[in-house]
């Protein structure tokens, strides 16, 4: 694997970083997240280059495992799931640096061999005491092991190292128990050592919301309430819950993506222009919109929720929520959530946001579209323009990952009529690269020590604040509205736009 450049311009941003020596210790490792991504992830990064030859990956968990055994289901997970493709030289570096520690998280025995295991490998490997702590299980398990390691000395780095933490969301349940959340990491790690991982935040055409606001002088002048009539932000999925029953049953759409990854894209769509981007700048613009961020007064008239019951998606017939297995008959969870949102700053009064999640929609797509206000004057007859609906601005992040432009165009012939076209940029037809899978992009930014991707608990409380108070009005209303599944929701949620005389996109 490729070892750093000493003649490379540290300032040059677009050359390769690489990790210096480092190592990750991964809790969690028996999880769909490890093996579906973690762990693939850190393969396609020593695969391209990326990662030190002495890089070590630790597994903590409680199945009784040799070295071997993990090394076979690390194999087993890259194989299956990595972006790149299998080579055996690489595979033969990397596994030499696997290790498996077995125990609990209250295991006072099993943590000191996980740090007799990291010395090991600090004289091994060359690791130099620096080691990312992944903390790929449920938050109700945070403060047992971050407490483990405070209590075993290893969340203290030695001399010139670093130790860091990653956790995963939910960052909380509610405002309440995220300020608990943070202050356990807070009590253990520095704040610039908690990196709290929003996958979506790494994905390449979340980034490109960046490059195409402040890298193009077309978009900035319009992009306000002058010019802008709504934004909607729309995560949907074609899947049920499939085996996350236990999981997703009490935490719901809202808390699993509005609180997280569709309030973050908001910000990054509001936000203003960032002195740099670094970490710092760039939280500080966001912290800006969500403390900006406001809900209307009506709550029952501007959010709406539902739960998928029987339907078709994808040409079979499938069950609905309340009879997926492991979900109660009772259960009140929602498994679509729309609200509306305001940003009371000069540049967005008036704008209203709508943002939606849900499973068992009509497609999986996640996008983005600013729509623009019409024309204040159209000179053609009504009938030239009948078909002629306003301006959008489609950021698709996946899938078919790209943006599309929606104005009105002559058709050909000799009436002057008026309809839609698009103008479409693909990733796919416009660069040959790859795109890197987003948790490439995020734990090279944790073993780099780079945040700027990761939310800062401020982020996450100002989120809990906004959403909060649309839950607190939906456990007193009951059940959720019902849709059929392969459908876009429930009535409500048409009926949250009917109001505003808007519609949702179709995507």
Not at 237 to 245: C, L, N, P, Q, Y
Request: some cysteine; glycine content about 8%.
């Amino acid at each position: 694997m490729a070892a750093a450049n000493p003649l490379r311009d540290p300032e040059d941003r677009r050359l390769p970083r690489i990790a210096g020596p480092c190592g990750m210790v991964l809790f969690g490792v028996t999880g769909d997240l490890s093996r579906k991504k973690v762990v693939p992830a850190v393969y396609d990064l020593a695969n391209r280059g990326l990662l030190p030859p002495g890089f070590s990956l630790i597994g903590y968990a409680r199945r009784d495992w040799a070295d071997q055994d993990f090394a076979q289901i690390v194999h087993d997970s890259v194989k299956q799931h990595a972006r790149t493709e299998f080579r055996e030289e690489v595979w033969n570096q990397l596994s030499e640096g696997l290790r498996f520690v077995q125990g609990d998280f209250d295991d006072d025995v099993a943590f000191d061999t996980l740090r007799r295991t990291i010395e090991e490998l600090d004289q091994a490997r060359g690791t130099g005491g620096n080691y990312a702590f992944y903390l790929a299980i449920p938050p109700s398990f945070f403060g047992a092991v971050v407490g483990q390691l405070q209590e075993h000395k290893l969340a203290q780095p030695p001399a010139d190292a670093w130790r860091r933490v990653v956790v995963e969301k939910p960052f909380g349940h509610d405002l309440e128990s995220a300020r608990v959340l943070n202050d356990t990491l807070d009590g253990v790690f520095p704040p610039e050592s908690v990196f709290r991982i929003d996958h979506y935040l790494g994905k390449e055409t979340v980034q490109n919301i960046l490059a195409m606001r402040f890298a193009n002088n077309m978009f900035e002048p319009v992009w306000n309430g002058n010019y802008v009539d709504h934004v909607q932000i729309t995560m949907a999925e074609d899947i049920g819950i499939g085996g996350r029953a236990g999981y997703y049953d009490g935490i719901g759409a809202a808390r699993d993506v509005i609180q997280n990854h569709l309030l973050q894209l908001m910000a990054l769509v509001a936000m203003e222009e960032p002195t740099s981007f670094d970490a710092d700048s760039l939280r500080l613009e966001k912290q800006k919109v969500l403390s900006s961020t406001t809900l209307p007064r009506r709550l029952d008239l501007s959010t709406a929720r539902g739960q998928y019951v029987e339907g078709w998606s994808g040409g079979e017939k499938v069950q609905g929520f309340l009879d997926e297995e492991g979900i109660k008959k009772s259960s009140t969870t929602e498994t679509f959530a729309a609200i509306t949102v305001n940003i009371e700053t000069r540049r967005w009064a008036g704008v209203p946001f709508y943002l939606r999640h849900g499973k068992r929609l009509g497609r999986r797509v996640t996008e983005v579209a600013i729509i623009f206000k019409r024309a204040p004057h159209l000179p053609f007859s009504v009938t030239s323009t009948e078909e002629l609906t306003q301006n959008a601005l489609v950021v698709r992040v996946q899938p078919d990952e790209g943006m599309t432009l929606r104005f009105g165009s002559k058709v050909p012939g000799t009436t002057m009529e008026i309809r839609d076209v698009n103008m479409d940029f693909a990733y796919g037809g416009s660069f040959t690269e790859a795109s890197p899978e987003a948790y490439e992009r995020l734990i090279l930014d944790v073993l780099l020590g780079d945040p700027p991707l990761f939310p800062r608990h401020e982020e996450v409380e100002l989120s809990w604040k906004i959403l909060d108070p649309v839950l607190d009005h939906w456990a007193r209303k009951g059940r959720p509205d019902r849709y059929p599944a392969g459908t876009w929701g429930p009535p409500s949620a048409d009926a949250m736009l009917a109001r505003d005389g808007r519609t949702w996109r179709r995507p």
